[in-house]
């Protein structure tokens, strides 16, 4: 039977809590100001007291004491990284590895109980059920932490999940069920370890983290609709099951995989449940009806459910870290300036009224066709060199094993094709453990030209100066790529192309936006 490798204990060491009742003590003054602080008191208690000789039963309660402060802690601490570009900088890669560090604090402290009962100590015995189950959560936290920040996930964690799971299955109580949260039903190893691997398959990377979070919240229901079997389930030609070989250190295999440790999600009434609730949202049952959650928009939830059953229910693979490099590389920049740069060949400066013009700007107007100025001399902030792993059509899936720019979802990114560069969109990035960085790229349709635009007529939301834009030619769906905040319906603006021609559009409606561009559809006038 599987055991958990755990730090040897030592019997000078002090234990950090020597009864339930000095550490509730401890609990009711601990502070909270300084969250890196508290952060790095629970960790070294919770390290002291995994290194200390404790009855198991003792270890059991003074752990249990502790779940809910570490809990708060880390949801603080944690909020230093959101919305972070990635690669992670070095301090925020240090908080990352903290925030990882107590989940592997907790889930060893549950080890050492967990162990003590596979040993046959009468005191936790009775509790062997209960004990994995929150080594099997910690563990699933710790995993959950990379997916969250969008990171590769350590695959010796995933080995650990499957042998905690098989453990429990060995000794009879993979489906008791123990009471976990006082909101929620009680909920047993298998609960746990289903979850942990429909978040993984629910194509996660590709998830904002809003949606991360309200999957979550909805496999507190929907767990109980999986049944994991040893057999391939009756229903996998209608409903390809989701199998994993606990054996591996890997996640997701072929739903017609076979073996002695592989198992089967039989995804069939979570599959029904899903249908049920994309046909109801269709008709116009509110999100809240259906038990999604308040103030949702109801096409927001249609959409994400749409995508849980592709990956769930359909057999569609989700996206993992990919380390393969191919000889083909691809010359990067990043922003809309940096596009507009490239496209245009020049920095971008504000147009100026012929009439305005001086005798060196009329020169060096016949010389270059434009105005010179000392910003051009510059070559923007550069480009990168990245490996193309997949190319298919207008997505690409690139590797960079350098340093670079920080990179996050939403984001324009220029990629240079046989006539120049060409915008591209960010939809997913993964970190991986050794600092490279995996990033999939949409191309944005259309052959672009680099314009100036500015808001017309009075009430100005927006600067009344020209910015740099990207006009994108595509038949009746050509598009504007406009900086933040410019979409507004209806608005006139002045547009000028690279031959100084003057043209007024008006903003139609909104075909795009990211996290430093809106694209707009619009009608000249």
């Avoid at 380390?323 to 740069?341: N, Q």
């Avoid at 990245?386 to 899936?397: C, L, P, R, T």
């Avoid at 994108?472 to 507004?488: A, D, I, K, N, Q």
Wanted: charged fraction near 25%.
């Amino acid at each position: 039977m599987y055991r958990p490798s755990l730090p040897e204990t030592d019997e000078p060491v002090e234990p950090a809590f020597a009864d339930p009742d000095s550490c509730a003590r401890w609990i009711s003054q601990f502070q909270l100001t300084d969250i890196r602080l508290a952060h790095r008191t629970l960790t070294g208690k919770l390290s002291g007291l995994n290194r200390a000789v404790l009855s198991p039963l003792v270890r059991l309660k003074v752990t249990e004491l502790l779940r809910e402060t570490v809990d708060i802690v880390q949801e603080s601490y944690g909020r230093k990284l959101v919305g972070k570009p990635l690669p992670l900088s070095d301090s925020e890669s240090s908080i990352r590895d903290e925030i990882v560090s107590l989940w592997a604090e907790m889930a060893t402290s549950y080890g050492h109980c967990l162990n003590a009962g596979i040993d046959g100590e009468p005191s936790v015995a009775g509790h062997l059920a209960r004990i994995c189950q929150r080594c099997l959560h910690y563990t699933a936290l710790q995993i959950s932490g990379y997916i969250f920040l969008s990171h590769q996930v350590d695959s010796r964690l995933w080995l650990q999940l499957h042998q905690l799971y098989r453990l429990s299955e060995d000794a009879g109580f993979s489906t008791v069920p123990e009471s976990f949260d006082r909101h929620l039903p009680p909920t047993s190893c298998a609960d746990h370890f289903i979850r942990t691997v429909l978040l993984c398959q629910a194509d996660p990377y590709e998830l904002t983290r809003s949606q991360l979070q309200l999957v979550n919240r909805w496999l507190d229901g929907w767990t109980s609709l999986v049944v994991i079997t040893r057999d391939i389930p009756a229903s996998a030609k209608t409903s390809p099951p989701i199998a994993i070989d606990l054996e591996s250190s890997g996640c997701i295999l072929h739903p017609a995989s076979r073996g002695a440790a592989i198992r089967y999600l039989d995804m069939s009434e979570l599959g029904k449940n899903l249908k049920i609730r994309m046909v109801l949202l269709q008709q116009g049952q509110a999100p809240s009806q259906l038990g999604l959650g308040e103030s949702l928009p109801p096409d927001f939830c249609l959409s994400l459910i749409e995508k849980l059953h592709r990956h769930w229910c359909e057999g569609k693979m989700a996206r993992r870290f990919d380390e393969r490099t191919i000889s083909h590389r691809a010359e990067l920049c990043f922003g809309l300036e940096e596009i507009h740069f490239h496209l245009s060949g020049k920095v971008f400066t504000q147009p100026v009224e012929k009439s305005s013009l001086n005798k060196r700007q009329h020169v060096e107007i016949g010389l270059f066709g434009h105005i010179a100025s000392k910003g051009e001399q510059k070559n923007g902030r550069g480009t990168e060199s990245w490996n193309i792993q997949d190319e298919n059509g207008k997505e690409f899936s690139l590797i960079r094993t350098e340093k670079g720019v920080r990179v996050s979802p939403g984001h324009l990114v220029g990629i240079r094709g046989d006539e120049g560069f060409v915008p591209c969109v960010i939809r997913w990035v993964i970190a991986g453990l050794e600092g490279s960085v995996n990033m999939g790229l949409k191309l944005l349709e259309g052959r672009p030209e680099a314009v100036a635009i500015r808001q017309t007529g009075i009430n100005l939301t927006v600067s009344g100066k020209y910015v740099p834009a990207i006009l994108l030619h595509f038949g009746e769906r050509t598009s504007l790529v406009m900086p933040r905040e410019w979409y507004v319906r209806n608005r006139i603006i002045a547009v000028l192309d690279r031959e100084g021609l003057s043209m007024e559009f008006k903003l139609t409606g909104l075909a795009g936006k990211g996290a430093d561009y809106e694209r707009a559809t619009f009608m000249q006038i």
